[in-house]
């Protein structure tokens, strides 16, 4: 079974619109964290934003912010005011277990394509 | 300034020919990983250093082997590379201290296989 699932292959949204980019996860791990990264075609992987399996509130980071809902077991990236540099694919991932050391399980990805 | 660097960017050889990947970091991070990633797929990690301690993940081949020869830099070695070990390979870096620190990635080098 997957452990990060992406139901999004690819997204085309208008400039300046919102967008939600929907994660969920499985684990049976109590403590666990969950990232955000973007990739541009350019290949790098950028760090958008992190939500930890006991933090109460929801994560934000300027634009981005994260809808935790444990519960369900999903992590939706959420882009308010959608800018044409945002075109990229966004790669869910979840780190298990307490510890900082251990790999990150990555998600298929969503390819968003922001139009003028 | 870029803190975890991957070089080359680009690497071409040819099927058989043992190739290796760098990765530096001016971070001090204690942990060191590396991921492939084939065309249009997720990061898939294949191993990763704690301090000197290696952990290889159950089903990364014996092909690929890794070096740490000290806390900035860590190699890939691939001893026979084939054609389906084409892909980008991401080189990152975190620190142990908490499971809530990202882990921060070079640019990666495109390896591609003749």
């Known amino acids: 079974a997957q452990k990060i699932t992406q139901t999004q292959p690819g997204m085309f949204v208008q400039e300046k619109e919102a967008v939600t980019l929907d994660c969920t996860y499985d684990t049976s791990d109590q403590s666990y964290g969950l990232f955000w990264y973007k990739q541009p075609s350019s290949g790098e992987m950028i760090f958008l934003i992190y939500?930890?399996?006991?933090?109460?509130q929801n994560a934000t980071e300027g634009r981005y912010s994260l809808n935790f809902q444990k519960a369900r077991k999903s992590a939706n990236l959420v882009i308010s005011a959608s800018q044409l540099g945002d075109s990229a694919m966004y790669f869910c991932?979840?780190?298990?277990?307490?510890?900082?050391?251990?790999?990150?399980?990555f998600g298929k990805g969503t390819h968003l394509i922001i139009q003028p | 300034d870029a803190m975890v660097i991957q070089n080359p960017r680009y690497q071409v050889t040819q099927f058989g020919k043992p190739v290796t990947l760098s990765c530096s970091q001016t971070l001090n991070h204690n942990v060191m990983y590396w991921y492939q990633q084939k065309s249009s797929q997720a990061p898939k990690l294949l191993f990763h250093?704690?301090?000197?301690?290696?952990?290889n993940e159950a089903d990364t081949p014996d092909n690929f082997q890794s070096r740490r020869p000290n806390t900035s830099f860590c190699f890939l070695d691939i001893r026979s590379p084939g054609l389906g070990d084409a892909a980008m390979y991401l080189c990152a870096t975190s620190t142990r201290l908490n499971s809530n620190q990202p882990q921060h990635f070079g640019d990666g080098t495109r390896l591609s296989i003749l």
């Open positions: 250093y704690y301090d000197k301690d290696f952990n």
């Open positions: 991932a979840m780190r298990e277990g307490g510890g900082g050391a251990d790999g990150l399980t």
């Open positions: 939500q930890g399996s006991y933090d109460e």
